[in-house]
Nanobody
Framework: QLQLVESGGGLVQPGGSLRLSCAASGFTLDYYAIGWFRQAPGKERGGVSCISSSGGSTNYADSVKGRFTISRDNAKNTVYLQMNNLKPEDTAVYYC??????????????????????WGQGTQVTVSS
């Protein structure tokens, strides 16, 4: 069964950090670009970051640039999202998604939900004092 599983969410104070993980089972992530998305209550799911299949290219939403870092370890079949200096507006359910795509760069449509083939179930991140 092809599956993506997110972990690492939780409750953190403003200014704190969390590292999310996205682990794949049933398939290898080597051929997939991976995107991180988030969805707050009453809002649409939006793109946070993306990393190419090789890990050589990344992109970020303006709202998280300089605070979040995406990385991947293909040997562990896992992608990470390091989130620093968290703000209350970062509160959301975070999802990872896989796009079968060997393009070395990041496509301009990386934040489009319909681009992705597989999705995880999400992990809750709450930033509050």
């Amino acid at each position: 069964q092809l599956q993506l599983v997110e972990s690492g969410g939780g409750l953190v104070q403003p200014g704190g950090s969390l590292r999310l993980s996205c682990a794949a089972s049933g398939f290898t992530l080597d051929y997939y670009a991976i995107g991180w998305f988030r969805q707050a209550p009453g809002k649409e799911r939006g793109g946070v970051s993306c990393i190419s299949s090789s890990g050589g290219s990344t992109n970020y939403a303006d709202s998280v640039k300089g605070r979040f870092t995406i990385s991947r370890d293909n040997a562990k079949n896992t992608v990470y999202l390091q989130m620093n200096n968290l703000k209350p507006e970062d509160t959301a359910v975070y999802y990872c998604a896989a796009d079968r795509n060997l393009f070395p760069g990041i496509r301009s449509s990386w934040s489009r939900v319909s681009r992705y083939d597989y999705w995880g179930q999400g992990t809750q991140v709450t930033v509050s004092s």
